[in-house]
């Protein structure tokens, strides 16, 4: 006892000496006992799969894939390889979640500002709708919309037909796919016309400063841009037609053929996603909005702004630097939230690669790994993007 | 002189609380009001009345001829003629201190940017901060801050300037400065209605003072004899604390 308490007093001595120890020491031993942990674990993997002879490795990638995909944007058949299985499912992640995010924004910014509306109705239909659809879960959301809800479409041959241009049925929905008749000198003269008139807007602008000659650039802007366009359509014969998608019978089996066709778990899953991350913005916008002192728009109201002018000039630039944040986590939630695409089948990232290329390899780690550093990335991608966003909109304070 | 803010037995209530009772008030153009008394009396709401930052229920308020009612457009009108300087000055801290005094002309006025830019840089010159254009309200002090407050207000060329208690958040130090530019404003001929208990820069620019207690206006009269020989007892006692 009287050594234990000699030696202990010896320690205590040494690292009254030496203080970095006594930081680095502890920290070090917790990084050692990971190491040994992580590699206890990868060693045992990798004897269990060499003992049944299951093979490691990356190069399963290149091989043939041999399944389809129902929805791709680009080109894939069951020949090509699972490499490119795994782009197909990374595009159609991408795919949802930049549609989701998107609507989710704008539905969100219009449904905050609605929920602080002084007209009654309107702020009590924008807080029945918050309560709606963030309380009911988002997978429960996604089979509602696509089995109670487009699941009913009519088949083929009885679709729903609006203004002789979309299609709906059980199927999906199909619009006309337009086909253009010299379409780069259509683009060059759009962009020319779109360089002309930053130039002019910025030359007005620069006299109005001087000489507070005020030019009426709005109207002239779209003289020159119709001018221009028009010009080029009319000498450069751009042509514009569209093909209408076409109910074909294939042996007593009806299908449009022909037109862009967007699929029903696309519509389903992008829908739900928008409709549940709205809300969540929309608490974000409605918190960003609050937060603004009252002062200011007293303040803003005293040097004759009007509500609009109070709102566009004063309380957004300001409630932005309140809302970015929380809002970078709804659209993490949301990317995230889009690997439910399996529950309805929409061939995401997840269904393809973590789902049918995992169950015919059997390349389990190889492949939850891939896409876990897929799902890593976007995520860190957006952060990355947003915080940029958020010290662009930020750094003017002080 | 003629008559450029009026009030007829004005009433406001904030709920069941009676804030405002029987208000009657008539002030001149270029004529110098101090309002003071103790907190809660009303003499904040009072002033906020006179640019519809608050709405009274009941009586006339008419300033430069218009009549403050429902009608929205009017009040803008006389938002953008009757300028207002806070307590808390409520710069906009978003953007710089040219921008904070450009914003209302370029968008009220219609005004070039040059004009503006122009017009902002004659006043800030006139409140001495000139120098601290490019900078943001964060970076300024206090004093600095509701000078540039001032000169925000002075942008739009009002004919009435309304101050609620300008200097009360202010360090010790601070107050002189604001309240330099204050006078100086005095003797430049604006009309101003000031709530203070600076009682120096009553008795220096004010040519009537008026005691509010309870939502009432107690006591008014010219500075001399409101501060040599007040009648009601609770002026006088407001006094006795306040010179103290």
Known sequence: ??????????????????PKIGIYFPQFLIILLLGIIISYFSMNA??????????????????KASFDIQFSLIDFDSNDSYARAYLVGLLNTLLVSGIGIFFATVIGFFVGITRLSTNILASKVAEAYIEIFRNIPLLLQIFFWYFAVLRLLPSSDNSLILFNFVFANIKGIYIPRFIWENLNYFLYGF??????????VSISKKKQEKTGLQVPTFTTSLIIFFTINFLVIYFGQVGLTLSYPVLET??????????????PELIALAFSLSLYTSTFIAECVRAGILGIDKGQKEAAASIGLSKAQILKLIVIPQALRIIIPPVTNQYLNLTKNSSLAAAIAYPDIVLVFAGTALMQTGKAIEIV?????????????????????????????? | MSKIIELKDVNKWFGDFQVLKDINLTVSSKEKIVICGPSGSGKSTLIRCINRLEEHQKGDI????????????????????????????????????????TLAPIWVKKKSKKEAEELANQYLEKVQIVDQAKKFPGQLSGGQQQRAAI??????????????????????EMIKEVLDVMVDLAKGGMTMCVVTHEMGFAKEVADRVIFMDEG???????????????ENERTKLFLSQILN
């Not at chain 1, 006892?1 to 030496?18: D, G």
């Not at chain 1, 890593?376 to 909109?393: A, D, G, P, Q, R």
């Open chain 1, 46 to 63: 990798s004897t269990n799969m060499a003992a049944r002879g299951i093979e490691t490795g990356f190069g399963f990638l290149a091989n």
């Open chain 1, 191 to 200: 962009l020319f016309s779109i360089l002309i008139i930053y130039l002019f």
């Open chain 2, 62 to 101: 008419v300033v430069d001829g218009m009549t403050l009612d429902a009608n929205t457009k009017n009040i803008e009108k006389i938002r953008s003629e009757v300028g207002m300087v806070f307590q808390q000055f409520n710069l906009f801290p978003h953007l710089s201190i040219l921008d904070n005094c």
């Open chain 2, 216 to 230: 009432s206006i107690v006591e008014e009269k010219p500075t001399d004899q409101f501060f040599n020989n007040p």
């Open chain 2, 151 to 172: 000169a925000r207000a002075l942008c739009m060329e009002p004919n009435i300037m309304l101050f609620d208690e300008p200097t009360s958040a202010l360090d010790p």
């Open chain 1, 369 to 398: 790994s891939i896409t876990m550093l897929t799902y890593l990335t976007l995520s860190v991608s957006i952060s990355i993007f947003m915080n940029w966003y958020n010290k662009k909109n930020s750094i003017a304070e002080r």
């Open chain 1, 250 to 263: 294939n042996r007593g089996l009806h299908n449009y053929m022909g037109g862009v066709s967007v699929i």
């Open chain 1, 1 to 18: 006892m009287k050594l234990l308490r000699k030696n202990i007093e010896k320690l205590n001595l040494f690292l009254e000496n030496y």
